[in-house]
């Protein structure tokens, strides 16, 4: 099995910026493409943006594009997601997932993803 855990949430002023961090163990960290995915309260859970298992590509939802950076370090089993220009929209719990086949791409269905993390709270508000 794959662990995750993620860490770094927490309560933001509009404009501020915060970076997720998920660490991984349990299996090969560096074979596997990660995304995050998010959920706020009565509403479903959505994606936000993934790498592929080499770091060399990724994507971004339209909501979260400009302003969200993924980012890895297979050395470290770790992937970041660094979120500037902070919106009260982005309020959710931010969930860290680990793909499901070895050497994959980067993809925004949840199908593609085997594990997934406790997750961490981030608010923006004023």
């Known amino acids: 099995q794959v662990q995750l855990v993620e860490s770094g949430g927490g309560l933001v002023q509009p404009g501020g910026s915060l970076r997720l961090s998920c660490a991984a163990s349990?299996?090969?960290?560096?074979?596997?493409?990660m995304g995050w995915f998010r959920q706020a309260p009565g509403r479903e859970r959505e994606f936000v943006a993934t790498?592929?298992?080499?770091?060399?590509?990724?994507y971004y939802a339209d909501s979260v594009k400009g302003r969200f950076t993924i980012s890895r370090d297979n050395a470290k089993n770790t992937v970041w997601l660094q979120m500037n220009s902070l919106k009260p929209e982005d309020t959710a719990r931010y969930y860290c997932?680990?793909?499901?086949?070895?050497?994959?791409?980067?993809?925004?269905?949840?199908?593609?993803?085997?594990?997934w993390g406790q997750g961490t709270q981030v608010t923006v508000s004023s």
């Open positions: 790498i592929s298992w080499s770091g060399g590509s990724t």
């Open positions: 997932a680990a793909g499901a086949t070895a050497y994959g791409g980067a993809s925004s269905s949840e199908a593609r993803y085997a594990y």
């Open positions: 349990g299996r090969t960290f560096s074979n596997y493409a």
